[in-house]
């Protein structure tokens, strides 16, 4: 069902380099184990060949001849590990840069989308924007914070007096609840002094009659 809207093929192109280089590994594998197959079978005609190098020329030179064969085989097959082996790094190579490229697709859209219809002026008109706004936001904080500034300014005779009015009652209340009058600095100050003088006064009357009964009574 998928092969009918390509969904088959997609998957199926996204999973052909990784089959590409398990076949590839398994060939390289069966490879590798001929490669060492056939260096054992070289080094046991070259061990045959010298053991028969005296006794029997004839067995020598057919081991020589048999690891000649064996050896050039050898020289195919380590060829056929190289190209495998270059194979397999360059598909590797590949769909790390197909992957790289794909997930770079893929961000690129991302980033489209994020900006949608964005651009540079209508970056710099939203910032115009916010800034518009903050200072319109400190402008009505600092009307807030200076309190209104209504009606008409204060007469500060008006205020004194007022004040004045307030503590006489205060003095007033405070006679009504002591049943004293409060005494001003300045007349207390007067009055200490006019008793000072009376006591004075009296006092020298006092000596004058004393002094008057003594000289009577002489």
Known sequence: MWGWFGGGNAQQRKD??????????TQLDM???REKHLEN????????????VSSNKTAARTALKRKKAHEH????????ITMLENQIYSIES???NQETLNAMQSAGKAMRDIHGKLNIDK???????????KALADEIGTAIASGPQTGEP?????????????EQEALDEKMLKTGTMPVLPGAANGEL???NKSTEEEEDEEAELQKLQAEMAM
């Open 16 to 25: 052909a380099p990784k089959k590409a280089i398990l076949q590839l590994r």
């Open 31 to 33: 490879l590798q184990k």
């Open 41 to 52: 079978q070289m080094a046991e005609q070259d061990a045959i060949a010298r053991k028969n």
């Open 73 to 80: 085989s050898l020289e195919q097959t380590a060829n056929q």
């Open 94 to 96: 590949a769909n790390i």
């Open 123 to 133: 970056v710099d008109e939203i910032m115009e924007g916010l800034t518009e706004q």
């Open 154 to 166: 204060l007469d500060e005779a008006e205020l004194e007096a007022d004040l004045a009015e307030l």
């Open 193 to 195: 002094k006019g008793k």
